[in-house]
């Protein structure tokens, strides 16, 4: 069965801190590995992963994978309150349908 | 900006009822996906659709509930009757199969309460 697992379950940190969010999964025909933001709302798309050890960055967020021993981090640097979030970890399997499991997420909270 | 529509945003209803989501996938997008997140079991997939077409529904309960895409700028979620396991915020995402790359786009969700 396909299984997607994140952790830590929960985190909170002073502003200011770094953090990394793990991201370990077992899928067949794996297709790529996405990151989304949950606030209030809807999840919010961070970065889609495809290849082994290449980062992904936006602003303070980076991200990277590796399909050998089938995991992702989710790193944060320099947290703002803004960063507050459930951070959600997704892997699309293949066959063209875009089909995503997700893992259970991370509840970062920042604190001032 | 290209947005995912949901409505309603809210509902609360007796069990028993019947209850109608909609969704506005973006414009040009070909699959949309149901999906409902509760705290016990986070995001699971419910049904999805590609050029209007159901492709897998392993996902919903068949005896009350069923998705349907009448056209290319709508799809729908009904549960009929509802009940009060069912109470859960429920997305729809649309995305654009066939190309690398492309992510899922998730509307803003209908909180659902049944009572």
Redesign the interface.
Known sequence: EDKVVQSPLSLVVHEGDTVTLNCSYEVTNFRSL?W?KQEK?????LF?L?SSGIEKKSGRLSSILDKKELFSILNITATQTGDSAIY?C?VERGG??????????TRLTINP | DARVTQTPRHKVTEMGQEVTMRCQPILGHNTVFWYRQTMMQGLELLAYFRNRAPLDDSGMPKDRFSAEMPDATLATLKIQPSEPRDSAVYFCASGLTGTQGQPQHFGDGTRLSIL
Do not use: D, E
């Open positions: 996405l989304y709302k809807a999840p919010t798309f889609m495809t959600l997704a063209g349908a875009q089909k995503l499991v997700f893992g259970q997420g």
